[in-house]
């Protein structure tokens, strides 16, 4: 079965500052890969995704990740946060042997708080 | 515009009171999953759907049932709710290999 780990719960940033966000996934294949995000009481966007290919990512608002399949990660990146990136940030991986990427299994969240 | 909608957005009910919450989708997208989320524990699976009439459960499925008898259309049915029920939920769609679009979610209580 596949499983998310997003080790950290919490972090905090001074706006201008530099962000990178955790995700180690657990899939007997190569898996696809989302990062959503979640403002205060607001559904989830996606930010961006990994399928095949170029493992360096691009998304909106100016985020990207890498899959790394020797450390199964898939970090989020943003060379300069802004305050209006605070919001709960999830990881998830879709199962490829469904037919769809549509199976996803969630990380529990990392919440970003940014400091002016 | 592209969109999944919810209803009720806010619901507070009491035990054994058998609710709907609907979703919609205007992407005529085949697959429609219902999510629930709860602090700590990120958003889990309760029930996805394939297409019409194609259902099965998620990795929380006790309490729920689902049905899909339009492509658009894909309720969640609490039979007789329960305070361990009380949750935000998310309904998602999606196309094929694309990613899922969410809606804005349904806070539950359930007394």
């Known amino acids: 079965a596949q499983s998310v780990t997003q080790p950290d719960i919490h972090i905090t940033v001074s706006e201008g500052a530099s962000l990178e966000l955790r995700c180690n996934y657990s899939y007997g294949a190569t898996p696809y890969l989302f990062w959503y995000v979640q403002s205060p009481g607001q559904g989830l966007q996606l930010l961006l995704k990994?399928?095949?290919?170029?493992?360096l990512v691009q998304g909106i608002k100016g985020f990207e990740a890498e899959f790394k399949r020797s450390q199964s990660s898939f970090n989020l990146r943003k060379p300069s946060v802004h305050w209006s990136d605070a919001a709960e940030y999830f990881c998830?991986?879709?199962?490829?042997?469904?037919?769809?990427?549509?199976?996803?299994?969630f990380g529990t969240g990392t919440r970003l708080q940014v400091t002016l | 515009e592209a969109q999944v909608t919810q209803n009720p957005r806010y619901l507070i009910t009491v035990t054994g009171k058998k609710l709907t919450v609907t979703c919609s989708q205007n992407?005529?997208?085949?697959?429609m999953s219902w999510y629930r989320q709860d602090p700590g524990l990120g958003l889990r699976q309760i029930y996805y759907?394939?297409?019409?009439?194609?259902?099965d459960k998620g990795d929380v499925p006790e309490g729920y049932k689902v049905s899909r008898k339009e492509k658009r259309n894909f309720p969640l049915i609490l039979e007789s709710p329960s305070p361990n029920q009380t949750s935000l939920y998310f309904c998602?769609?999606?196309?094929?290999?694309?990613?899922?679009?969410f809606g804005p979610g349904t806070r539950l209580t359930v007394t």
């Open positions: 990994y399928f095949s290919g170029d493992t």
């Open positions: 998830a991986v879709g199962a490829r042997n469904t037919g769809t990427a549509s199976k996803l299994t």
């Open positions: 759907s394939m297409n019409v009439e194609v259902t």
């Open positions: 992407m005529n997208h085949e697959y």
């Open positions: 998602a769609s999606s196309q094929g290999f694309e990613a899922q679009y």
